[in-house]
T-cell receptor, first 118, second 113 residues
Framework: ETGVTQSPTHLIKTRGQQVTLRCSSQ?????VSWYQQALGQGPQFIFQ???????GRGNFPPRFSGLQFPNYSSELNVNALELDDSALYLC?????????????????FGPGTRLTVL | DQQVKQNSPSLSVQEGRISILNCDYT??????FLWYKKYPAEGPTFLIS?????DKNEDGRFTVFLNKSAKHLSLHIVPSQPGDSAVYFC????????????FGAGTRLFVKA
């Protein structure tokens, strides 16, 4: 069973640029959620994708957007980067509607992408 | 609006003793609660969970207690081991919210040998 993977590991961008982060779900999982974790804080929910459609969004502006592909992998895109976007971005996969261990509530996280905006 | 709160940023415990990590929530729609553990440079790892219809769930050295009337849950680790030193996140989700998960700020646990 393959775990959740994310790329790249680290990324440095300048203010105003655009960035794309990638995530491969754990095998058999059909739901992907993205989180932003700033230093000293817990993960903050950005949005969730289920069956290639956005299915819930946190308090993040529209310049944060995403995609989920037929193989359940996902991308997080951030436009017009701001200094406050510097954080660890975590992807988590889960299984909804199936019988895999953990059910729909339990999420399996990737190691994250550390984004630094200068 | 912090729906899930962990009021203790850190906790230090002697090896072999009990560690108790606390969490409070405000949203009565939450129907599932989870604890995740995070080591540096890794993503959070699922530890244990509890449904809102239960008040206790045990898995080896880890037990989670839920007090719905107080909107409070706790994680007990006994006996604590040095390898348990990590950041612990309390999280809550609701089926009506599409299983969106809200995390607390975390508690850093130090287990001293």
């Amino acid at each position: 069973e393959t775990g959740v993977t994310q790329s790249p590991t680290h990324l440095i961008k300048t203010r105003g640029q655009q960035v794309t982060l990638r995530c491969s779900s754990q095998s058999g999982h059909n739901t992907v959620s993205w989180y932003q974790q700033a230093l000293g804080q817990g993960p903050q929910f950005i949005f969730q994708y289920y069956r290639e459609e956005e299915n819930g969004r946190g308090n993040f502006p529209p310049r944060f957007s995403g995609l989920q592909f037929p193989n359940y992998s996902s991308e997080l895109n951030v436009n017009a980067l701001e200094l406050d976007d510097s954080a660890l971005y975590l992807c988590a996969s889960s299984s909804r509607g199936g019988v895999l261990a953990g059910g729909p509530h339990t999420q399996y996280f990737g190691p994250g992408t550390r984004l630094t905006v200068l | 609006d912090q729906q899930v709160k962990q009021n203790s940023p850190s906790l230090s415990v002697q090896e072999g003793r009990i560690s108790i990590l606390n969490c409070d929530y405000t949203n009565s729609m939450f129907d599932y609660f989870l604890w995740y553990k995070k080591y540096p440079a890794e993503g959070p790892t699922f530890l244990i969970s509890i449904s809102s219809i239960k008040d206790k769930n045990e898995d080896g050295r880890f037990t989670v207690f839920l007090n719905k009337s107080a909107k409070h849950l706790s994680l007990h680790i006994v006996p604590s081991q040095p390898g348990d030193s990590a950041v612990y996140f309390c999280a809550a989700s609701a089926r009506t919210g599409g299983f969106k998960t809200i995390f607390g700020a975390g508690t850093r646990l130090f287990v001293k040998a």
